[in-house]
């Protein structure tokens, strides 16, 4: 069955320290993968995704994510955080049937 | 440019009526459509998903129920509700990536 597991439930990180968030999923087939955002009281906002090519992706506001397949790993980085990245973070996989699951969200604290 | 619009954004309910929460996508043609539940430190939890008209995919069994009449219509029902269905619902389409409706807040009373 298609699952997604996000290691760290809560962060506390100081400004300008360096963040990553764990992901690892379980399904045979070929995803796509996805990184979204909540901030507080906003909506889900796509932060980066990855459907083929350079496992190294970009996203907005200076994250990245690297997809290792032989870890079915797709974990979220950020060199430096700052305050405004406070936030959920949420790792999400869709498979070729369509079904698109999304792990248990990562609350991030950043003290300024 | 595409836009998801869900309604209503809050609603109160009794135990034992019935709940219709409906979600339309324009700009858009066959996208997938999902509904989903998210609770505090749970994160979003698949309730249904289809790839097409009449296509559902039920993924917790309970006492909810989804159709898609129309492509890019979403409807997520009940007969009759229970108090463990108060929650927060979200509708969301996609191609690619996911995009979201602003979420209905149910309380069962």
């Known amino acids: 069955a298609q699952s997604v597991s996000q290691h760290n439930h809560h962060v506390i990180l100081s400004e300008a320290a360096s963040l990553e968030l764990g992901c690892n999923y379980s399904?045979?087939?070929?995803?796509?993968l996805f990184w979204y955002v909540q901030y507080p009281g906003q909506h889900l906002q796509l932060l980066l995704k990855?459907?083929?090519?350079?496992?190294l992706v970009k996203g907005i506001k200076g994250f990245e994510a690297e997809f290792i397949k032989s870890k079915f790993s797709f974990n979220l980085r950020k060199p430096s955080v700052q305050w405004s990245d406070t936030a959920e973070y949420f790792c999400a996989v869709k498979s070729n049937t369509g079904k698109l699951i999304f792990g248990q969200g990562t609350t991030l604290q950043v003290k300024p | 440019s595409q836009t998801i619009h869900q309604w209503p954004a809050t609603l109160v309910q009794p135990v034992g009526s019935p709940l219709s929460l409906e979600c339309t996508v324009e700009g858009t043609s066959n996208p997938n459509l999902y509904w989903y539940r998210q609770a505090a430190g749970r994160g979003l939890q698949l309730l249904f998903y289809s790839v097409g008209i009449g296509q559902i995919s039920s993924e917790v069994p309970q006492n909810l129920s989804a159709s898609r009449p129309q492509d890019r219509q979403f409807i997520l029902s009940s007969k009759k509700l229970l108090l463990s269905d108060s929650g927060f619902y979200l509708c969301?389409?996609?191609?690619?990536?996911?995009?979201f409706g602003q979420g209905t807040r149910l309380t069962v009373v």
């Open positions: 969301a389409w996609s191609v690619i990536e996911a995009f």
């Open positions: 990855y459907f083929s090519g350079d496992p």
């Open positions: 399904y045979g087939g070929t995803v796509n």
